[in-house]
Every structure is written in structure tokens, then in C-alpha cells.
């Protein structure tokens, strides 16, 4: 602790050294210049290298929404029988209404 | 410190006095400022513009060598560059003003609107960093029986138990009287509100955070408060510590503040000297790059964002008696807290806001320059913007709710200070118009400069000269020429949504915990780039519409021409913002930071390595070495006197990594404390 936070002497001797590296105007423009047409090329090169992880992240996502989806409906079906899906599916038998966990599923699913 | 430590130095009166009767300086002053104001509206010929716009840029230019360090010269440059910015505005309202269609008309006048605020903050800006006054504070005096007790409160949110305890046990470190000062850690995180939660899970949460931080405060010998209700955030939470707290003096520190051993030896002494000084508030220095340091990786190559304020501004507004409360690393009177009632939190930035009402009732402040904390900046893009945009949004309430320039009790130069300190915040407005009007005329062919080239040669391009040299001599040291433009740029367009909703709901604003000491393992692009990409691509088009344009339209060549030139700043810029907003990865959790000690790394096999520390953090360091000489063995520990302490301490490290001439250690203290 007293050796990494010690006396304020360090940061005293690190703020100095920070305000000695002062350049020119123009200096400074054209570092800036160079330092953000390097760091942008990393972001576009990442953006494009990442695109096709990117894109099959986005087809799983819209297949699990969908099973998510394809889930939820089942349990809606299994909670409230009369309940009318587009498929034409519907109820379930009684035996299931009152199967352990199906109304917990149900509420983790609507929330 | 006496009284006339606190009277300002007349830095002017003291270089011109001996040559000149002190009945003749005002009008001196007088007949200056009549001339200066006089070259403003003096109306010249554009060739004579030209000339005078010239000859103005090169005595700037030959004078920025000698200015800095010589008050009056400094005065001389400042008020040469104000001539020409003043020319350059006069010239804008009474010349290019021009109404056309309601379009371009509506255009003009929001670009117009930004330049006059651009103008007026660099006015305010001159003023306030006219004479920066570095001080020296009195020391404290041999007899301890006359030190001031001291209360230290760490006021917590959400932080890591481990961030808390590095804090309060370097505050527990300090060097004061025995039994003068005690260290309370403010837990808003284990309030009875959070540990009663409805939500079962953040309730247990908050008890077991409540549970650990006291056994911790328990361990270390520090006290623990928190209250019943999360209230008035911050402000709240200290306002609450002080119902329990009797010291003459408190000490607010940030979670992630670390105080060094000397804070109060440093600052307390001023107290004793000056019975009306209610702050003497220290720089917040940082160890680690903020996100744009680090994702640009300019840290440690140019000065840190916030040295602008820290090193330059708060010498400025000092000189004026404006330095004010930055809400961490600062001593407060707490006489002075009591009689405005505490910390006041109507907005969200309660630190000014506490300062300005004690200003305002005659209490004095003092800004102690040596860093005397070391803190962390936020690590991502977003942690960055939502700390940023809690300062814009509580510095716009001050100037709304707190109106620093009508209020009773104030001096004429503090108002300035406080509005200059809370106007800049209106920065997105003016870095978003600049950034979007381009496009307005290169695309839509909306008129909202009406200038030709020889008229942009004489009088803008003197006045961005004289600005950029102007910046350069006040802020040189501490900020590099267009940092500003960067960073005003990354925050323009959250900002901006920041800065409406408090203009139409002054109150609306809620306090928001700026998180620090986030990690994070991998690259990826912010999810805030998003608006930006938008920027970027207008940007682009814009340049693409300059090309068609210049073919198409011969005779508005001289307007698509500057126009595509500052477009492609912006374009330049831009590239900066977008490589901001790629988080790199951070390979460590502890920030390092350069070192120079002598230290002797013991071995149980071989013998002692005598060896220089490089760099150290809060985990490990680096060790460089004679590469001849070899690394002992076994269980190794090094022997070293740190300065802070003054006495030779053994420390249990393992071995990292080890190069020719340097090796990485661990350290493996059997808790924080050793």
C-alpha cells in the first residue's frame, strides 16, 4: 500500500512528466490525426472481421426467440386448455393442468 | 496563513507599480480597454482586414514563446487574440447575416448561435485563466493540541469490497495527531431501504454487502455508518454521516479515491491559518487511461482529459475566488457545512452547488495543486458518458436553479467563474451544430455562411488561428490542441440529450453512480458508436456532394470549398471518435504506475537480487536488474523503504514472469493491509 499509494512525491514527478511531453499545434493535430485513422481502421476492420460471427449470432437468437417463442405457447396451451393457438393446437389433458413446475415455467416465460 | 495569503495578488499592479503612480493605473486600464474596444468596431477595407489579420496571427505567433511565464505579456497575447475573435464576431452579425429562404435562414442563425456561445466561453475562458495562482499552503504547526479534528468519510454505492478497503486503509495511514481523526465508510449500498428490497435477491444482496463492509470496517478500524433511506443520493448519504459526526473538519474521498500519507499534513494547516477558508480542494489525479486514452492508446503519451481543469482552470477560477468543491480529495470546514445545512443537493452536481453557496455567503476557498489522491477514470465509453452527462446536466441545473449570476452575496469576477464553469456545458449544442452544418449547405444547399474566400482569409482563418494559439498558450501544458474537439465530439450526442431534459425539466435529473473499475477481456465495439456511424457516413457523403457540387456550381466554388475543408476535419475528427469507441481489452485489473525505488528481492535458495522497481500496482511489480547478476529461488520476499513509511519492510512475493533484466512479481501479503 505505501509503496504503490505511498507519499504524493510519485504523483507529483508522474504529473510532470505527463505535462513535459507538450507538443505544437501542429504537432498535435497531426498525431491525433494518425492515432484516430489507426484506431478507426481497428473498429471497421473488427466490425467486418466480426460481421459473419455477427450474423449467425443474430440467426441464433432468431431461431432461440422463436423456440422461446414455440415454448411459451406450448405453456400457455398446457396453463389454459381452451386457449385457441394459430396452429389449431390447443388444451392438454388434466392430468398435465397440475403437473409440478408447469405454472412456474409459465411465469419465468411471461416475465 | 495569514489574511493576505487569501487577498489575490494584484500580479499586474505588483509588475507595473514601481514605474507608475497607483492613482494613474485605472485609467490606464481604462484608456486600454477604450482602445481595444475601439480596433473592434473599427471598420477597415478587406485588403486592410487582411493585413491587420495577418500581421495580428504573426505577433501571436512570435509572442507564445515568452507569454507564458510572464503575466504581462500574457495579458498583452490574450487581449491581441480577443481583438481579432472580437473582429471576426462583429464582422459575422453585421456582415453575413443575411436572410433568404426560411430554411437556410433557420441554419444560419443556429450556427451563428453556436459561434456566438464559442466565442463567449473563449471570452470567459481568457478571463478566468488570466493569472493562475499557484499557492503555498502554511504547514501545521508543531503543537498538535492545535490541529483541528478530522472526519474522513468514504461515501460508497455499489463499489467492490476490495476497491473500499485499498481506500479506507490508506486513509487510516495518513500521518495526523493520534487520535485526531477517524475514517467512516458511508454504505448506501446496505441501507435499511436496499435490505429490506421487495425483490428478495437485492435484498439479500444489500445484507450481505452490509454484512462484509462492517466486518471489514470491524478489521481495519474503521467505522461504519448507513441510514434508513436512499435520499438525495450523495449529498444524502454525507448529509447523514454528519448527524454522526462532530470533527472541525471533514474529508470527503470518492470510493476510489486513494489518499497518500501526506493529504492532511498538506492541506489541514491552511484551516489554522484562515478562520473564514471553508475548502482547500486537491487535483483529482488519475492512474488509469480513461477510455478514450486507452482505446486510442495515447495513455501516458499526452496529459489526461481532466488535467485541463485540474491543471490549468482551478488556478484560474483560484485567482478569482472561485475554485470550487469537486465533490472528492478536498477539505471542508464544518462549521461553514452547518450553517448552509450540509452538503445542499438541489442538483445533481452537489459539490458546486455547496461551493457556490458558501461563496456566496462569504466563505472562502483555496485550490492546493499537488495531487494528493489517485483515482480511477471510468474504463469504458459508457461509464465515460454517464459520468459526463451527470456533470453537464447538474452544472446546467446550477445555472439555472442556482442563477450564479443574479445571486446575492457574490463578487463580480465569482459570477464569472461559476458561469463559465457551468455555460461550458452547452458545449454538445455548439459541437453538434458544427459537426451537422457543414451538410447543410454541401447536401441541401442551404445558405448559412455568406462569405467569399478573401473574406474567410481575413477574417475567419485569423480568428481560428488566434483561438487555437490562444488555447495552446493557456492549456498547452495540460491539453494538447484539439483533444478538446475529440472529447467534446465523443460526448456531443449524449450529452445534447442530457442537456434538453434538463432544459425542459430543470429538476428531472437523477444521480447516477459513475462505475469504476470495470474489466473487461476482450475487444468490441461500444454499442453506443451507433449515432456516430451516422456522423461518419453524412460526412463522407457530404465530401461527395463538395465533388459534384464544385463541377455544377462554378460560382459558389469559394463557399464548397471551405465548407468541404471543414467537413473534412470533422471527418478526421470522427475517425478519432469511432477508434474511441473501440474498447480494447484491459490486461490488468490494477492500474501500474512508474516507480524508482532500490528494492532486494530475498530468495530462500541463492542470494539477494539488488534490483530497481519499474512499475507498481496495487497486485504486483516490475523489477529491473543487471542481467549478470541471477534471480534467487524458493520463497522469495523483498526487502524495501518505501518513502511514505520511512522504515525498511518485508514483503512475501512469487515470481510472475522473468525477462533478461526484468522480472514480474506477485505480490502474497496475507491480507490488503500488509
Aim: proline share 6%.
Amino acid at each position: 500500500m505505501a509503496l504503490a499509494y505511498g507519499d504524493s512525491q510519485r504523483w507529483l514527478e508522474m504529473q510532470q512528466s505527463r505535462q513535459a511531453a507538450e507538443v505544437g499545434v501542429l504537432r498535435a493535430f497531426g498525431l491525433l490525426v494518425a492515432v484516430g485513422a489507426r484506431a478507426a481502421g481497428a473498429h471497421f476492420a473488427a466490425l467486418i472481421l466480426d460481421l459473419p460471427a455477427r450474423l449467425r449470432r443474430r440467426k441464433r437468437v432468431r431461431r432461440t426467440r422463436a423456440a422461446q417463442g414455440g415454448a411459451a405457447i406450448a405453456g400457455l396451451a398446457q396453463v389454459w386448455p381452451s386457449a385457441r393457438l394459430e396452429d389449431g393446437v390447443t388444451s392438454r389433458s388434466a392430468a398435465t393442468a397440475n403437473a409440478p413446475g408447469v405454472n412456474e415455467q409459465v411465469l419465468e416465460l411471461t416475465t | 496563513m495569514t489574511q493576505s495569503m487569501l487577498k489575490v495578488p494584484n500580479i499586474v499592479r505588483q509588475r507595473l507599480q514601481p514605474s507608475i503612480a497607483p492613482w494613474l493605473l485605472p485609467l490606464l486600464w481604462a484608456l486600454a480597454a477604450g482602445v481595444w474596444l475601439l480596433l473592434v468596431a473599427l471598420p477597415v477595407q478587406l485588403a486592410s482586414q487582411g493585413w491587420l489579420a495577418v500581421g495580428s496571427v504573426a505577433v501571436l505567433l512570435l509572442l507564445r514563446r515568452y507569454a507564458r511565464g510572464r503575466p504581462l505579456l500574457r495579458l498583452a497575447f490574450l487581449a491581441l487574440a480577443g481583438l481579432v475573435t472580437a473582429r471576426y464576431i462583429v464582422w459575422r452579425a453585421s456582415e453575413t447575416l443575411i436572410v433568404t429562404d426560411p430554411f437556410s435562414t433557420l441554419a444560419m442563425l443556429v450556427l451563428f448561435l453556436a459561434e456566438l456561445y464559442a466565442v463567449g466561453i473563449f471570452f470567459l475562458g481568457a478571463f478566468i485563466n488570466l493569472m493562475p495562482l499557484k499557492r503555498v499552503l502554511p504547514a501545521l504547526p508543531a503543537d498538535t493540541s492545535r490541529w483541528p479534528t478530522v472526519d474522513v468519510l468514504v461515501p460508497s454505492y455499489d463499489e467492490d469490497p476490495a476497491l473500499l478497503e485499498t481506500t479506507l486503509l490508506a486513509a487510516l495511514n495518513m500521518r495526523y495527531a493520534e487520535g485526531k481523526y477517524k475514517v467512516y465508510l458511508l454504505d448506501d449500498g446496505g441501507t435499511e431501504q436496499k435490505c429490506n428490497d421487495p425483490d428478495p435477491i437485492k435484498a439479500t444482496a444489500a445484507r450481505l454487502r452490509r454484512d462484509t463492509l462492517q466486518a471489514l470496517c470491524a478489521r481495519i478500524g474503521a467505522h461504519y455508518l448507513t441510514r434508513a433511506r436512499n435520499e438525495h443520493a450523495k449529498a444524502g448519504n454525507l448529509n447523514a454521516a454528519l448527524e454522526h459526526i462532530a470533527g472541525e473538519l471533514v474529508v470527503v474521498l470518492d470510493a476510489d479515491h486513494v489518499p497518500t500519507v501526506d493529504f492532511l499534513e498538506r492541506t489541514v494547516g491552511a484551516f489554522i491559518a484562515e478562520p473564514r477558508l471553508f475548502l482547500v480542494q486537491t487535483p483529482h489525479f488519475f492512474v488509469n487511461a480513461d477510455p478514450v486514452e486507452h482505446n486510442l492508446r495515447i495513455f501516458g503519451r499526452m496529459p489526461p482529459e481532466n488535467e485541463m481543469f485540474y491543471g490549468a482552470i482551478q488556478y484560474g477560477l483560484d485567482y478569482w475566488e472561485a475554485s470550487f468543491f469537486c465533490g472528492s480529495a478536498a477539505v471542508l470546514r464544518r462549521a461553514a457545512l452547518d450553517e448552509v445545512g450540509g452538503f445542499t443537493g438541489q442538483t445533481i452536481t452537489e459539490d458546486a452547488e455547496t461551493a457556490l453557496e458558501l461563496h456566496s455567503r462569504g466563505w472562502k476557498s483555496v485550490y492546493y495543486g499537488r495531487p494528493l489522491i489517485s483515482g480511477l477514470q471510468p474504463e469504458t465509453y459508457s461509464g465515460f458518458i454517464t459520468q459526463r452527462v451527470r456533470w453537464a446536466q447538474g452544472m446546467l441545473q446550477l445555472l439555472l436553479l442556482k442563477s450564479p449570476l443574479r445571486r446575492a452575496g457574490l463578487k463580480p469576477w465569482q459570477r464569472l467563474g461559476y458561469l463559465n464553469s457551468s455555460a461550458f456545458w452547452l458545449f454538445p449544442y455548439a459541437r453538434t451544430v458544427f459537426l451537422l452544418i457543414p451538410s447543410a449547405w454541401l447536401v441541401f444547399g442551404l445558405q448559412v455562411y455568406h462569405a467569399n474566400l478573401q473574406q474567410f482569409a481575413a477574417y475567419t482563418l485569423p480568428h481560428l488561428a488566434a483561438v487555437t494559439l490562444a488555447g495552446h498558450l493557456l492549456y498547452g501544458r495540460v491539453r494538447w490542441s484539439f483533444v478538446s474537439e475529440l472529447y467534446e465530439m465523443l460526448q456531443s450526442f449524449y450529452s445534447l440529450r442530457g442537456i434538453f431534459q434538463v432544459l425542459r425539466n430543470p429538476r428531472a435529473p437523477r444521480f447516477k453512480v459513475t462505475p469504476k473499475g470495470e474489466v473487461h477481456y476482450r475487444d468490441f465495439v461500444s454499442s453506443l458508436a451507433k449515432p456516430f456511424y451516422a456522423f461518419y457516413l453524412l460526412a463522407w457523403v457530404s465530401l461527395g456532394f463538395g465533388v459534384w457540387r464544385w463541377f455544377a456550381e462554378p460560382l459558389t466554388r469559394d463557399v464548397t470549398v471551405i465548407t468541404m475543408g471543414w467537413e473534412l476535419f470533422n471527418l478526421l475528427l470522427l475517425h478519432g471518435v469511432l477508434g474511441a469507441m473501440y474498447e480494447r481489452r484491459q490486461r490488468r485489473g490494477a492500474p501500474r504506475v512508474p516507480a524508482q525505488e532500490p528494492v532486494r528481492l530475498v530468495g530462500s535458495l541463492g542470494s539477494p537480487l539488488a534490483a530497481r522497481i519499474l512499475d507498481i500496482s496495487a497486485t504486483g511489480m516490475q523489477l529491473g536488474f543487471d542481467p549478470a547478476q541471477t534471480v534467487p529461488e524458493g520463497r522469495l520476499h523483498i526487502e524495501v523503504t518505501p518513502a511514505a513509511l520511512g522504515c525498511p519492510v518485508q514483503l512475501p512475493v512469487t515470481l510472475a514472469w522473468q525477462r533478461p533484466g526484468t522480472l514480474g512479481l506477485h505480490f502474497e501479503p496475507e491480507d490488503l493491509a500488509q
